[in-house]
T-cell receptor, first 109, second 118 residues
Framework: GENVEQHPSTLSVQEGDSAVIKCTYS??????FPWYKQELGKRPQLIID?????GEKKDQRIAVTLNKTAKHFSLHITETQPEDSAVYFC????????FGQGTILTVHP | GAVVSQHPSRVICKSGTSVKIECRSL??????MFWYRQFPKQSLMLMAT?????????EQGVEKDKFLINHASLTLSTLTVTSAHPEDSSFYIC??????????????FGPGTRLTVT
């Protein structure tokens, strides 16, 4: 089955800095790569996603890059704000969604 | 659009009893629903995938006789935890994917159910 590795497990940045979270996957059939933000006790919220026919996608302060050859993709958050503090999960999907282990992002004011 | 509800949000039950959790798609037809379990400070682990009118497909290591999944309609799936034990205490989250949506490959998550078995 699919194996998704996410790094780092924790990330601490100062407000205004950039944050980067990386994921690698094993199944070359995966064709959909979402990123979720989850606050404590709440449901995961989709923040950005990318399909396998696209190499990069941007939405305001958030961007995702995908390298299908190397089987890795990354989440980039620029100009971080304290409200960006949460757990972030990457996902890969070819029918069913497999999550990475999660990254606890803390943005210090 | 694409709202998924889950009920109850929290449930406490005694060891040995059964608990049913409902997952509903409110404004779309959910052809596929997924059930996840999330332990504290861990990722979401897929338990099973259910297609409307078909038997659920369980992930390796998930006991199908303990976690009964029914997807009898295009808007409702239920997860029943039978003979619950304290180790079943967890956060259970459903998600749904369906037809007629702008992003049919996207999964929409319910708010989750916190199960505590005493």
């Amino acid at each position: 089955g699919e194996n998704v590795e996410q790094h780092p497990s924790t990330l601490s940045v100062q407000e205004g800095d950039s944050a980067v979270i990386k994921c690698t996957y094993s199944d070359s059939a995966s064709n959909y790569f979402p990123w979720y933000k989850q606050e404590l006790g709440k449901r995961p919220q989709l923040i950005i996603d990318i399909r396998s026919n696209v190499g990069e996608k941007k939405d305001q302060r958030i961007a995702v890059t995908l390298n299908k050859t190397a089987k890795h993709f990354s989440l980039h958050i620029t100009e971080t704000q304290p409200e960006d503090s949460a757990v972030y999960f990457c996902g890969t999907s070819y029918g069913k969604l497999t999550f990475g282990q999660g990254t606890i992002l803390t943005v210090h004011p | 659009g694409a709202v998924v509800s889950q009920h109850p949000s929290r449930v406490i039950c005694k060891s040995g009893t059964s608990v049913k959790i409902e997952c509903r798609s409110l404004d779309f037809q959910a052809t596929t629903m997924f059930w996840y379990r999330q332990f504290p400070k861990q990722s979401l682990m897929l338990m099973a995938t259910s297609n409307e009118g078909s038997k659920a497909t369980y992930e390796q290591g998930v006991e199908k006789d303990k976690f009964l999944i029914n997807h009898a309609s295009l808007t409702l799936s239920t997860l029943t935890v039978t003979s619950a034990h304290p180790e079943d205490s967890s956060f259970y989250i459903c998600s749904a994917r369906g037809t007629g949506l702008a992003a049919p490959y996207e999964q929409y998550f319910g708010p989750g159910t916190r199960l505590t078995v005493t």
